[in-house]
C-alpha cells in the first residue's frame, strides 16, 4: 500500500514501541503455542479456525463501531495479503513443526530480514554494498543452522520454513504497494479472508476434522487466537502502516531467544550446537542490515530530528 510520505507522523512514539514489544515477545510464544495445537489439530485446520475466528471478532468490533465494510477490490487485496502472510506464513510452520522444533522453526525464521531486504530490490530497492555484506554473512549464519541435527533431521520441514519465510518477507513489501483498508477493519479482513482460505486448504488436502479433546490443545488455540492473531498480527500490521518493513521486521532480534526458551522451559526442547552458533551469527547480520538500512535512508541533517520527534522512532522511510 502506497502510504503519504506524512501519514506515518500521525501515531506518536508510544503506541509504536508498545506494538514492537508486543510482536517482539507475543510471537516468541506462539511457535511453542503451534507445537502444542498440532498435537490434535491438523495444521491447516488449527490455522484456519484460529484466523476466522479472529477476523469475525475484529470485523464484529468493527461493524459495532459502525466502521464501514471494505470494497470488492480491498477484499481481493486482503485476500492476497492474507494467503502470503498468514495462510503460508502461519501454515508453512504448523505443517513444519511436525518434525522441527519449534525453537529451530523460529531460528530459522530469523532470517526473515534479510529476505525482506531482497524482496525490496525486486521492487526498486536494491541492498546496498554494507547491506550486501550484512546479508552474505547471515546467510553464512543460516547455513551453519541448516548444517545442524535440528534442522538436517527433516529436509521437507526445512524446506517448508524458507517457503513461508520468502512468502512472508514477500507479503510484507507488498502490503504497502496495494490498496487495502488502514486499520483494524483491514486487519480482520486479511484474517478472515486467510482463515476461510486455510480451511479450502484443509478440506483439499483431506485432513481429518475432529473437536480436539486435551485442554492444552483448546487454550493453545485461544492463545493463538487473542494474542498470536488479535494482538500480534494486529500489531505487526498497525507497524507495517507507520515504520519501514525493516523496522516492522525487527521482532526477528527477540522472537528466536524467547522461542528457545520456552521451548526448552516448557517443551523440554533440545538444541544442537549448530543452531547456538549460527543463531548469533544471523541476528548479528540482522542488526548490521538495521543499521546499514537506516544510514543509507537517513534524510539531511537539518531534518533529521525533527522527523524523529515526529515518528517517534528511528527507522528508515
Not at 471494505?70 to 477484499?75: A, F, S, V
Not at 534442522?151 to 507479503?171: E, M, N, P
Request: glycine share 12%; with cysteine; net charge positive.
Amino acid at each position: 500500500m502506497n502510504l503519504p510520505r506524512g501519514s506515518r507522523s500521525t501515531a506518536s512514539g508510544w503506541p509504536i514501541v508498545a506494538c514492537l514489544t508486543a510482536v517482539y515477545v507475543i510471537w516468541g510464544t506462539t511457535f511453542f503455542a503451534i507445537k502444542v495445537g498440532i498435537e490434535e489439530f491438523p495444521p491447516f485446520l488449527l490455522v484456519g479456525t484460529r484466523l476466522a475466528a479472529a477476523g469475525l471478532l475484529l470485523l464484529g468490533w468493527q461493524g459495532l463501531r459502525g466502521r464501514r465494510l471494505p470494497t470488492p477490490r480491498e477484499w481481493s487485496h486482503a485476500a492476497l495479503i492474507g494467503t502470503l502472510l498468514l495462510v503460508m506464513g502461519n501454515g508453512t510452520i504448523a505443517v513444519a513443526e511436525h518434525w522441527i522444533s519449534s525453537g529451530a522453526t523460529v531460528a530459522l525464521g530469523s532470517v526473515l530480514p534479510l529476505a525482506t531486504a531482497l524482496w525490496s530490490g525486486v521492487f526498486g530497492r536494491w541492498p546496498q554494498r554494507l547491506e550486501w555484506a550484512a546479508i552474505v554473512v547471515g546467510g553464512a549464519g543460516a547455513a551453519v543452522m541448516l548444517t545442524g541435527r535440528d534442522l538436517q533431521a527433516s529436509l521437507f520441514g526445512t524446506v517448508i520454513i524458507l517457503a513461508g519465510v520468502a512468502s512472508w518477507s514477500f507479503g510484507t513489501v507488498l502490503s504497502r504497494r496495494i490498496d487495502v483498508p488502514r486499520g483494524a477493519t483491514g486487519f480482520g479482513a486479511e484474517m478472515l479472508c486467510a482463515g476461510c482460505i486455510a480451511l479450502a486448504i484443509s478440506v483439499v488436502l483431506g485432513e481429518r476434522w475432529h473437536v480436539p479433546r486435551e485442554p492444552k490443545v483448546w487454550w493453545a488455540w485461544g492463545y493463538l487466537v487473542v494474542f498470536g492473531s488479535l494482538v500480534g498480527f494486529s500489531c505487526f500490521r498497525y507497524l507495517l502502516e507507520r515504520v519501514s518493513p525493516t523496522l516492522a521486521s525487527t521482532y526477528a532480534y527477540v522472537n528466536p531467544p524467547v522461542a528457545l526458551l520456552v521451548g526448552w522451559q516448557l517443551g523440554r526442547e533440545s538444541f544442537s550446537a549448530n543452531l547456538l552458533i549460527g543463531l548469533p551469527i544471523v541476528l548479528a547480520s540482522v542488526a548490521l542490515l538495521a543499521w546499514a538500512h537506516s544510514r543509507a535512508s537517513r534524510p539531511p541533517v537539518a531534518d533529521a530530528s525533527a522527523l524523529e520527534s515526529e515518528v517517534g522512532v528511528a527507522g528508515p522511510e
